[in-house]
């Protein structure tokens, strides 16, 4: 027909074409294989036209394809030459009556031999958003026209052609959703059971046959609330009804319930398995609701927290031997907080349950020291707005174990949500706190003790920290402990010699020694610290801890500036006396002497007993006098020597000589023995003073007719000179002290023996002033033999 | 060589200086002249002569030294040695008053018996 070809003339194939291919494709109906359902309608075509042949023809880039045919073998033709490719063009019926009369088919191959058309009629397949994608048609091999009814049920079965193509396309649709869903739910891990709206299972996946050990087919159509426990269902109906002030009867409405609100409920749940046991699970309920968003069922998901359940047992286990209460703390800013864990230790420290601080940090609260309370939180407030990890300590008071003292200390982790969660431990500290208390009493009375000293203490540690001085210490010092390095105690502190002037030098401070593992004993220092120079005695030692290492060190302060005050006054007082009785006994002395001697006159036979006592008593006076004199320049270290290198042995004679009045005296004798040859470097005066005092000394003890022993021996680096008597020796309890100060064996000794008491000490001093070292070896009963020993100057004089 | 006959003492103290001036005399057998003070000394020194002057070092008001140096300034006396006695006596102070010129220091107290003696020595030493 020529007008409507005309029709299809304007219509712009080109621009339809690509999306016209796509629309066929979308029905994947291309090259499948025969349908009843498409073969009934080309039957009807046929039957209602009154032609031999009816075909669906479906019209791709390159061919017509036949979905069904009828009068017909070929499956397809080529498209060029294909009638129906026109039909396509249009919106309507396409209709050639006689195709050799027609100048586009006349030459058609298809009419001039194959099936040798002549009439065609076909109406287009147009699809539902308005492509056209075949025809039904009818041909004959005769021309023919079709009445106006043949041609309006051509049209309708052609709508009916793609509704069938449409019904065909969701089928399949739908057939692959179906298999999705379930290749999905049968590999989900999670177990997945849909209801019914009434609660009825109407399906299970395999995890949830697994889960609950029943096979789908037992548990279909079952109700869905047989796998709960009913007392579980019972405590949730009444919570729901609390919740919602209205009655939720203990069935599958108690699971429905908040799906009216929440949209899906999560909660954990335990499922009765099909043997009877409980498995933990978390079940998510959502409705099911179709396109009307009409209810359709229900979508249970419940997933296994066997292992959980597992693990939290685990963790229950551990916490358990925890000593205390492990914790998370959840937190979020503007609330209270909440406690998603606390340990059965919760119980020993608070008295509480770890249900009753689930949701609410109250019953806590109510159980810490009502004094502690505000610093507890505002220590919490603190760490988690800085995120930073809690430690505290406070009271409680638990309402059986009474007050008890707990310490508290949590790490914070920040979560993505802008909350913290603490992960924490609390401890029961109380006994440690008792331990704590009495310590501080010990120290505190340890610290008490040291104030009541009236010694002055000072204590540092191994790395030379001064930690400790005392009232008296500070005191002394005139300052506390300061971090001042070792190596400056002695300036920072002003420590001196006795003699005031020359500075201690940083290693002879006496901590300072004894932080080094030395024992100091009795080591006298000035503190020049204050106005007035203290002398102390100091003892330091070094401080072990139990295994032996050395952990610091401590010094003794024994304050005995008034004792040298005394000690000095005495000493001036001596002297002074000393001096002022010079003169005195010097004129007895002399007058005595001079009378006795006979140059004043003859003296009567009665009277020179009586003077000779006198005079030698105003002598003895007069040595005594010199020797405290001696004794105080020593001790002031007014004496001063004139050192020669000179040969001892004539020293040695030369004493035997000045002291042969004694001999006299005592009727003893002295004898020089193997006389050593050597050289000392002395002032021969003073070794003259002390040869003579051992000498009259080992004299006056000797019984008379005995012989005195002056004898020399040579070593490497010194020589001794020995003094031996054959007197009654030395007494043992007289040892320690015979070199000390107005030492004699008894107080009748010096009446009987004479001398001053004061020779050994002068000589003690005199002999270490020179180098040397005095002593004694003894036998009580078989003599004494009294030695120094001075440095051998040969090298010296070699040298120079 | 001339003998030592006479000699000038000085000391303060009465007691030390009857007996030093007995034992001297008695002893020693020579002619002495006691003053109790350099002034003493100065004033009647010059008109005894002495052969040597035997000196305190502790004099109240003029000390030896200073005494030894004040006598020296006068022409009779110039030449007179001079022995100091002290009580007080160390190495320093001794070497202190040799330099000053005194001859010999001897120390306080002294053996009276003992002094003339050793006196004469060092008159002989002197004279060396």
């Given amino acids: 027909m020529d007008a409507r070809d005309a029709d299809a003339q304007d219509m712009n194939p080109h621009d339809n074409e690509p999306s016209r291919l796509a629309a066929l494709l979308r029905y994947e109906i291309l090259d499948t294989p025969d349908e009843h359902d498409f073969d009934d309608f080309t039957q009807l075509a046929a039957y209602i036209c009154e032609t031999p042949i009816a075909l669906i023809s479906l019209v791709d880039d390159r061919r017509q394809w036949f979905k069904s045919r009828v009068g017909l073998d070929v499956s397809e033709t080529p498209r060029e030459i294909a009638f129906c490719a026109h039909t396509i063009q249009g919106d309507g019926i396409f209709e050639v009556d006689d195709a050799r009369q027609d100048a586009r088919f006349a030459d058609n191959p298809l009419v001039t031999a194959g099936p040798a058309i002549r009439f065609y009629a076909g109406a287009p397949l147009t699809s539902p958003d308005g492509h056209n994608l075949g025809t039904l048609c009818v041909i004959d091999r005769v021309p023919r026209t079709l009445r106006p009814e043949q041609r309006e049920a051509l049209s309708r079965l052609a709508r009916q052609v793609i509704r069938l193509f449409e019904e065909r396309l969701l089928t399949k649709r739908f057939a692959e959703q179906a298999a999705l869903q379930h290749a999905i739910l049968d590999s989900a891990t999670s177990a997945v059971l849909v209801t019914q709206t009434d609660g009825t299972v109407a399906r299970l996946n395999p995890a949830a046959e697994r889960l609950l050990g029943y096979p789908a087919e037992t548990l279909r159509g079952r109700p869905f609330t047989t796998l709960f426990a009913a007392a579980d269902l019972q405590r949730r109906a009444g919570a729901l009804t609390r919740e919602s002030q209205r009655p939720i009867a203990a069935d599958f409405s108690a699971l429905t319930a908040p799906l009216a609100r929440n949209g899906s409920d999560v909660r954990e749940w335990q499922l009765r398995h099909r043997d009877g046991h409980l498995v933990p699970v978390l079940l998510t309920l959502s409705p099911i609701l179709d396109g009307e968003q009409r209810l359709r069922g229900y979508l249970a998901i419940a997933y296994d927290l066997t292992l959980q359940a597992q693990l939290q047992l685990r963790l229950q286990q551990i916490a358990a031997q925890v000593p205390g209460m492990l914790f998370q703390f959840h937190w979020r800013k503007g609330t209270a907080g909440a406690f998603p864990y606390a340990s059965e230790g919760i119980e020993q420290i608070f008295g509480l349950r770890p249900e009753q601080i689930a949701d609410d940090l109250r019953p806590i609260f109510a159980v810490v020291h009502p004094d502690d309370r505000q610093r507890v939180l505002a220590t919490i407030r603190e760490a988690a707005g800085s995120v930073t990890p809690w430690h505290f300590e406070h009271r409680v008071l638990h309402p059986t174990r009474g007050q008890r003292w707990i310490e508290a200390r949590a790490t914070p982790l920040p979560q993505s949500d802008g909350s913290v969660l603490w992960h924490g431990l609390v401890t029961d500290i109380t006994e440690r706190k008792a331990q704590q208390a009495e310590l501080d009493k010990q120290q505190e009375m340890n610290r008490r003790l040291l104030e009541a000293l009236s010694e002055g203490v000072i204590a540092c540690d191994a790395q030379g920290n001064l930690t400790l001085f005392n009232d008296l210490a500070r005191q002394w010092h005139g300052r506390d402990a300061a971090p001042v390095p070792p190596e400056q105690w002695a300036s920072v502190y002003r420590l001196y010699q006795p003699d005031e002037q020359t500075p201690l030098a940083p290693d002879q401070v006496p901590l300072f020694r004894a932080l080094h593992g030395e024992r100091v004993r009795n080591m006298e220092l000035a503190v020049l610290a204050d106005s007035t120079p203290r002398h102390v005695l100091v003892s330091a030692d070094p401080l072990f801890a139990p295994d032996g290492s050395q952990i610091g060190a401590v010094a003794v302060l024994h304050d005995i500036t008034e004792r040298k005050r005394i000690e000095r006054m005495r000493r001036e007082f001596v002297a002074t006396v000393s001096h002022e009785l010079r003169t005195p006994v010097t004129s007895i002395a002399g007058s005595l002497g001079l009378i006795s001697s006979g140059v004043m006159g003859e003296i009567p036979a009665h009277l020179q007993e009586l003077l000779d006592i006198a005079y030698q008593n105003s002598q003895r006076l007069s040595e005594l006098v010199n020797d405290l004199l001696d004794m105080d320049k020593l001790n002031a270290g007014q004496m001063r020597f004139e050192f020669r290198v000179q040969a001892l042995q004539p020293l040695l004679e030369q004493a035997l000589r000045s002291n042969a009045g004694y001999a006299q005296r005592y009727k003893v004798s002295y004898r020089l023995s193997n006389p050593a040859d050597a050289l000392v470097r002395v002032d021969a005066l003073r070794l003259q003073q002390v040869l003579s005092n051992l000498l009259s000394n080992a004299a006056k003890y000797s019984p008379p007719g005995q012989e005195v022993e002056l004898s020399s021996v040579r070593s490497d680096e010194t020589v001794r000179v020995s003094v031996r008597d054959r007197g009654p020796g030395v007494a043992e309890a007289f040892r320690d002290r015979i070199f000390q100060k107005f030492a004699q064996a008894d107080s009748s000794d010096s009446r009987q023996r004479g001398g001053t008491g004061l020779g050994l000490a002068i000589s003690k001093e005199l002999v270490e002033r020179m180098g040397g070292r005095i002593g004694f070896d003894s036998t009580p009963g078989q003599g004494a033999c009294f030695w120094f020993e001075l440095p051998l100057a040969d090298r010296v004089k070699e040298i120079t | ?128």
Wanted: proline residues 8%; contains cysteine; negative net charge.
């Fill in chain 2, 1 to 128: 060589m001339k003998p030592l006959e006479r000699i000038l003492h000085v000391e303060d103290v009465p007691s030390i200086q009857v007996v030093t001036r007995i034992a001297l005399e008695r002893i020693g057998g020579f002619q002495v002249l006691s003053c109790a003070s350099g002034e003493d000394a100065l004033a009647r020194g010059p008109a005894f002569a002495p052969d040597l002057i035997l000196l305190d070092v502790m004099l109240p008001d003029m000390d030896g030294p200073e005494t030894m140096h004040r006598l020296r300034e006068l022409p009779a006396l110039a030449a007179v040695p001079v022995v100091f006695l002290t009580g007080n006596i160390d190495d320093q102070r001794l070497a202190t008053l040799l330099n000053l010129g005194a001859c010999d220091v001897l120390s306080k107290p002294f053996d009276p018996l003992q002094l003339s003696e050793r006196l004469r020595t060092i008159w002989t030493r002197v004279h060396e």
